[in-house]
């Protein structure tokens, strides 16, 4: 009785776990009169939105990608290998949390959402051979906190007789100009020392930390505290997600596809735009005029078309600044191989390891892909993706990166020493955001001071605590209620997670 008084009170503080960040305005009209045209400049998820949104209400959009294929971080391509045999690859697991509130609702309309299994567990292996597994914590705030102790992630008398470890509850209070202007300077390496964690619950952060693509002695702690309170403090879906059961290809960026063609937005793939002009008020992106200019590339792609773009610092210093000073993370790399020994079928189908130098994680794709499961009964074999979220500095060749990430393989599973590597891809990329301390105030608004220019992706600010995939769809979306709004237009709905913690 008790626990259901507190979820009950929990869920009213938090608003229900789910907020509609605008107001559309029901009498308003949806679709344009006019052909304004727009460009998108990025393929991800982030151009995807903003370009389906604007193609469903009527402006002429052309979206640019530099790939042969769309999708960006959750593109899929094929790769042949000597014996004839091809396959699709990607930029590694993606997890569909159920708080990516804006980002599955469109995933509904296109109809990919069909392809979406829940994972059995969220599990983290140590270096010591325990696991933690989050299938049966408790999912509402506050409570999942008392939860993961009585889950032995962490004794109470470590934290209740800790005053440092107090600090902890600032982790509650999450809100975002409080938050940065306390703890951006700050790397988390820092905070958990600080805060005296406890090793075990440290563990889990760190884990948790370097999903976000950075060192936790590079990571922002107020960048940290936002990511817990979007993803554990916020609502009650706990940390179990959705993952698709084939290919991204088939999954998201063919029903993506399929919709931006319905609503006739031209999608111009092998197009890498380096430059954009600026005349007249209408921007000029490979020799064709545009009135509107969205660029929803990835941190180096859009410093790149800034530095090649001088009328931006002619125009406005401040959108100059914010956009040359963005930087990408250290470096990540995604390992797949495909291996004559199968394991891991008592397992979820991706786990998080406590890593050595470079193993992050696992996933067993013959668990749950078309095509490796296929090759997996064909050979009797085992098709594995190993990710490293951040590089070590001293991992520089591909040979040592292949090399420590199959002596860490092998540590967790001893049972694959000697199984021979039939296949394997490797992909070291230094293009993702970084997330590390003292960038937030630089950090654009998806909004800028040139006139309709706009920004989309993980990188810019949105006014939610979206993160990852959530941040670049919605940012995508954000971008173009702007330009709705500037017709007098129906917005779309925005929803997110509350905004700010339960005790802020």
Known sequence: MLRSFLRSKIKSKLSGYSVVINQPDPTKPRSVQSAKKVAVVGGGLAGIGAASLLGERGFQVTLFERNHYLGGKVGCWDVPFEDGNITKVDHGFHAFFRHYYNLRSFMEKIGAAEHLKTIADYLVLTKDRRHFSFKNVETTPVLNILSLGKNKFFRFREVLFSPASWRMGEFLEYDAAKTFAKYDSSSFAEFSREASLPKSLQLIFNTFARAFFAPVDKLSTAELMKSFHFFYLSHNHGLLYDYFDTDYQEALIEPATRYLNQHNVAIKLNRSVEETRHDND????????????????????????????????????????????????????????WLNKRTGDELPVFIITEKHDVLDSVTFYHQFDKSSAAWAQGSGGGVYELHCYALPSGAVSEKDVKAAFVAELHFYFPELRDAKIIHDHLQIRHDFTAFYTNLNKSRPEFTTAIPNLYLAGDWVKTGTPAMLMEGAYTSGIMCANSILTKHGLQEEPVRSVPTRGIFA
């Open 282 to 337: 209408t921007f000029i992106v490979e020799s064709e005029p545009f009135d509107y200019l969205i660029l929803a590339t990835d941190v180096v792609g859009t410093k790149n078309i800034c530095a090649n773009s001088p009328w931006i610092k002619t125009y406005s210093e401040k959108t100059y600044s914010e956009l040359i000073s963005l930087k990408a993370s250290a470096g990540y790399a995604v390992y797949r191989m």
